[in-house]
């Protein structure tokens, strides 16, 4: 799976306004709200889904990022959008460090296996120290967009 199958390109926040964890995880599930995925009046019990997931555990993966995800009846398939913060966000991260670039995942919980393809594509970039830098480095949301599409077309990128 692609990035380009499942990112929600028009959502993309190049510089998130909020300044915390529930802030951030509000702005992007709302700029998906705002692209027309998440069907009419669910913008709130998706963000406090994603939430509560995250305060079971938090997604805080580290080196600067983190992704908030979570299965819900609202979506028909997979969507995910991204945000940067050029101040950093305490995600509770695992290395204790905060977080500058946010990879925000809804899946349709009828559909486990969509999900986890999804999160395998992200992961499988996110691994790699070069993607990371660049995100990170990324100015626009033009600039996020050409990253995860050359990232499709070059999977060492």
Known sequence: MEFADFVCFEAITAELQA???????????SAL???GWLGKGNCEDIIKAIIKRENEASTGMGKGIAMPHVKHTAVKDVVATVGKSSIGVDFSSLDKQLVYSIILLISPADNPDKHLQAMESVFKHLQQEKFRKFLRQSQTSEEIEDLLREADENPSL
Request: glycine letters at 8%.
């Open 33 to 35: 709200d705002k692209a």
């Open 19 to 29: 300044k915390d964890r529930n802030g951030v995880i509000a702005e992007l599930v």
